[in-house]
């Protein structure tokens, strides 16, 4: 007679024999989580009574440091984790990265989340040859496909990039905006 699976592992939301070995590990989680617009970031602990989050941080709350872009690319990424790695500097020192169910992509965004987190001081175990390099964090890759953009498809431009140009925001200076960003959220932790 077969079983009925978990209803969570039913809808492709849990895969628990991967929960488990992370349980198993007895470390706090690195749990990495995103939408379309935005990137959860948490720190996890696991108690008999269900998981308890210790710090949170939401690419939303980069706009409270400046940042005019949007909250859903690599940048902001890494700026999630920096700023949740900074937040959690006091209470973590190490944790293990929890992809859930998301695809490990070589110089993904999740990988540049788990860059941010590194960065703050956070100890995870992982090969730096999966991180995204320095450019990509930074947004030069967007910056540049924004000029070559403007030069050879005007109305693709303005689809893509049509609501930096309403806020009068030079994509140009996307590494810079990158930088200031960066040092606002380090000043403040």
């Known amino acids: 007679m077969m079983r009925m699976q978990f209803r969570r592992r039913r809808e492709k ?3 628990y024999n991967k929960r488990l070995n992370l ?3 007895e470390r706090t989680r690195l749990v990495v989580r995103k939408s379309l617009k935005h990137y959860l970031v948490q ?3 696991y108690t008999p009574e269900g998981d308890k989050v210790i710090v949170a941080a939401n690419s939303s709350e980069l706009k409270k440091f400046g940042w ?3 909250t859903g690319n690599l940048p902001a990424a890494y700026l999630t984790g920096l700023l949740c790695g900074l937040k959690a500097k006091d209470k973590i020192k190490t944790a293990i990265l929890d992809l859930g169910l998301q695809d490990s992509t070589k110089g993904g ?3 540049a989340v788990l860059k941010g987190v590194v960065d703050a001081g956070i100890e995870i175990p992982h090969d730096s040859a999966i991180l995204p390099s320095a450019d990509r964090i930074s947004g030069k890759h967007i910056a540049n496909y924004a000029e070559m953009l403007k030069k050879s498809d005007q109305a693709e431009f303005k689809k893509r990039f049509g609501s930096y140009v309403k ?3 030079k994509l140009e200076e996307f590494p810079k905006i990158f930088e200031d960003t960066k040092k606002a959220i380090q000043a403040k932790f």
């Open 13 to 15: 939301r849990t895969d």
């Open 23 to 25: 349980l198993r590990s």
């Open 43 to 45: 720190f996890v602990d």
């Open 68 to 70: 005019v872009m949007s």
């Open 109 to 111: 965004t999740i990988y």
């Open 167 to 169: 806020q009068n925001v």
